[in-house]
């Protein structure tokens, strides 16, 4: 059993109010704010010179196989660049191989056809320096489209197709946000 002392002692101290938690809360952000720096912007520096968008602009994408691997060049091409400056001198070299299997997930048991699939594209690339061959940033990335199949032919490969445009956007927006946490330096 605790004592009237002890408790006349709990009760007696400053209970933080609003006010104070408000305050605490403001300066600790304000603080805490100058340690952030947006990954795109002009002031941050990369590993390899100058900002990290302007790195992600020097990189040279040359042709990738397979049909997943030319919508990928595609939208690595806009995602870095941007489709922009035609004049900005390569520094970087993407190489990539990209491969592709399906699994059907769902089977009609009348006709013995696969209702719905799903294309996994997964993606295996390397970033390296022009001149010395150093790397400078690599992974794999793996992305799921799914897509519905039909009894009509086209359509099914149509929405295949469609798969293989979202997978390759899915991995470009993927590839874009590793290589530009791997060129910030510092």
């Not at 690339?125 to 400078?136: A, C, L, N, P, Q």
């Not at 009509?152 to 590839?175: C, E, G, H, P």
Request: glycine residues 8%.
């Amino acid at each position: 059993m605790s004592s009237p002392e002890a408790q006349n002692r709990t009760l007696s101290r400053p209970v933080p109010t609003r006010r104070m938690m408000l305050t605490a809360t403001l300066l600790a952000t304000a603080f805490a704010g100058g340690c952030l720096q947006p990954l795109y912007s002009e002031n941050t520096t990369s590993t390899v010179g100058g900002s990290v968008k302007s790195a992600l602009k020097s990189v040279e994408i040359p042709q990738i196989s397979g049909l997943t691997g030319h919508y990928l060049r595609n939208e690595l091409a806009f995602e870095l660049d941007g489709g922009g400056e035609p004049d900005v001198q390569k520094r970087l070299r993407f190489e990539a191989k990209v491969a592709e299997s399906i699994e059907v997930v769902t089977v009609d048991y009348n006709t013995g056809r696969a209702d719905s699939a799903v294309l996994i594209a997964t993606a295996t690339w390397t970033v390296k320096r022009i001149g010395s061959g150093e790397t400078v940033s690599s992974g794999t990335n793996v992305v799921r489209a799914p897509y519905e199949r039909s009894s009509q032919r086209f359509a099914t490969v149509r929405a295949a197709r469609d798969a293989q445009i979202r997978a390759a956007k899915s991995l470009a927006q993927l590839i874009k946000g590793q290589l530009a946490a791997d060129l910030v330096s510092g």
